[in-house]
């Protein structure tokens, strides 16, 4: 079985720009999670969607948006970049959510902004 | 508010050694789930163990048991034989069974030593 895909693997955009990364995740998992992974703030959650539907949300502002597909294939977007975006960006997927249901983390998105 | 402490920023140990990494978390939720993920420098999250709030007995997963202690809620992971490939970014985690929102600690890193 295919693990959690992420791409790109690495981007590099400038201030004011805007990103889009994709995650793909394991076949069957119909729940998918996005965390944000910096030096400075540790791993942070940003956003669940379950079945196409965001069920949770972190303390991220608007700029941070995502949303999923009907394939379980999930899309983060960042408008308006800032140098403080550059980070790690991990996907993580699970069969279903709660109690021990293990999340399975993609390789991550390596966002620099300059 | 839920919190996860993980106060040991960087450890150094002997290989063959046995280790523990302190996690303390906070909340008043009574139904929760505690993680451990390893993170080498790959940067690619590998979930480790699994340890539900009202589990009676501590998880163990091959080398790698949690020290659960309700009352003082702390979930310290032990790894026991230490190995070279054991040398990695640790981190705690906790999920709330109401919302699945998944809090981070900041990490432990983990040096083993030949």
């Known amino acids: 079985k295919a693990g959690v895909t992420q791409t790109p693997r690495y981007l590099i955009k400038t201030r004011g720009q805007q990103v889009t990364l994709s995650c793909s995740p394991i076949s069957g998992h119909r729940s998918v999670s996005w965390y944000q992974q910096t030096p400075g703030q540790g791993l942070q959650f940003l956003f669940e969607y379950f079945s196409e539907t965001q069920r949770n949300k972190g303390n991220f502002p608007g700029r941070f948006s995502g949303r999923q597909f009907s394939n379980s294939r999930s899309e983060m977007n960042v408008s308006t970049l800032e140098l403080g975006d550059s980070a790690l960006y991990l996907c993580a997927s699970s069969s279903a959510t709660g109690g021990s249901n293990e999340q399975f983390f993609g390789p991550g998105t390596r966002l620099t902004v300059l | ?114």
Not at chain 2, 87 to 112: E, P, Q, V, W
């Open chain 2, 1 to 114: 508010a839920q919190k996860i402490t993980q106060t040991q920023p960087g450890m150094f140990v002997q290989e063959k050694e046995a280790v523990t990494l302190d996690c303390t978390y906070d909340t008043s939720d009574p139904s929760y789930g505690l993680f451990w993920y390893k993170q080498p420098s790959s940067g690619e999250m590998i979930f480790l163990i699994y340890q539900g709030s009202y589990d009676q007995q501590n998880a163990t997963e091959g080398r790698y048991s949690l020290n659960f202690q309700k009352a003082r809620k702390s979930a310290n992971l032990v790894i026991s034989a230490s190995q070279l490939g054991d040398s990695a970014m640790y981190f705690c985690a906790m999920r709330l069974n109401r919302d699945d929102k998944i809090i981070f600690g900041k990490g432990t890193r983990l040096h083993i030593l030949p």
